[in-house]
């Protein structure tokens, strides 16, 4: 080798040599946790703390987060007290609603329907919740083009036009 390749090398070593501790200084530094706190997000812990979770995220238009949030949620309640638990037809007729109003009605008709099968089963035919979801699940299907398993997702729950004409109430068939 040429004594001035050789010169050339050992200079860039001695070079890098003095310039690397400065540079890496800062990567050594000894960080407080009241710096870099928001560097972290607080993740929840439980099932009620994700749908909060999610639910702040929609309204943020965090769409896509609250959507991992509801599914995570439902694969909590799931897990922790059954598939056939109140809080996974929750989790999954919350998700549904998000997935809904972004027109994601294929999506949302599956977790509309998990929701309808576990509620069936635990609420009266006459509660809110059920009512609401029914109701949910046919606007879904009726956007869908499938006005039969509309009809039939409805039960005996009637919808009637408002006082003004304009929007639905969700009535129970019975008087």
Known sequence: MKRSAIKVRVLAAMLLLVTCPTILSGCFKVWDYDEVREWYVKQPETWDEYIAAANADLQKGKTDRAGERFQHA??????????????????????????????????????????????????????????????????????????????????????????????????????
């Open 74 to 175: 439902m694969e909590m309640a799931e897990a922790a007290w059954g598939p056939n638990d109140l809080r996974v037809a929750t989790s999954a007729k919350q998700y549904g609603i998000m997935l809904a109003a972004r027109y994601q009605n294929t999506q949302a008709e599956p977790l509309y329907k998990r929701a309808l099968e576990i509620e069936a089963k635990q609420l009266k035919a006459t509660d809110p919740e059920l009512i609401d979801t029914r109701k949910r699940l046919h606007d879904v299907l009726m956007a869908l083009f499938k006005p039969e398993e509309a009809k039939q997702a409805l039960g005996n729950v009637k919808l009637e036009s408002g006082p003004t004409g304009k929007g639905r109430k969700a009535h129970h068939g019975r008087k």
